[in-house]
């Protein structure tokens, strides 16, 4: 895996163990433990260029969760999301996908999502939106595949 700076990636996974993780041992790893006011805090004291995340967003609101990465990208740092929750990939550009510590599949998220056989027998469904937008788009309704819950509804009320 690589990671460039300017681009937020999110490796998603079945299984989050010490072996995954130690393929980011370069970076400053912060786990599940902290709340949206310890992660805010660290953010504004952060000092390196990348933050990695492990499964630290699954308890956040989607609310907090935005406030993080803009104030991420204020800050011009990006991060490295690792979680099980196919919902926070839809935070980051690039994904990395394992299954039990292997490397299945990678790519930008637009074109990865759009694999969602694939997904689906690693266990991932597709996220909310994506999936919703999707069966619109058979029906005509949409003419696109959304990533943003809120794109999705200002384009159906117009």
């Known amino acids: 895996m690589t990671f ?47 933050i990695v995340f492990n499964d630290c967003l ?27 929750n196919i919902e926070e990939t839809l935070l980051c550009d690039y994904i990395y996908v394992f299954n039990n510590d292997e490397l299945v599949m990678e790519g930008q998220k637009e074109g990865l999502l759009q694999e969602e056989k694939l997904l689906k027998r690693l266990g991932f469904g597709l996220p909310f939106v994506v999936d919703v937008s999707t069966q619109l788009k058979y029906y005509n309704i949409v003419s696109k595949i959304y990533y943003d819950m809120e794109e999705l509804v200002n384009d159906l009320w117009n």
């Open 4 to 50: 460039e700076l300017n681009k937020n990636y999110c490796i998603l996974t079945n299984s989050i163990n010490q072996n995954l993780l130690t393929k980011l041992n370069e970076y400053t790893i912060y786990n599940d433990e902290y709340g949206y006011k310890e992660l805010k805090e660290i953010i504004e004291n952060y000092y390196k260029k990348t």
């Open 58 to 84: 699954r308890r956040l609101r989607q609310i907090e969760k935005k406030k993080l990465i803009e104030l991420i990208h204020l800050r011009n740092m990006n991060y490295i999301n690792v979680t099980s």
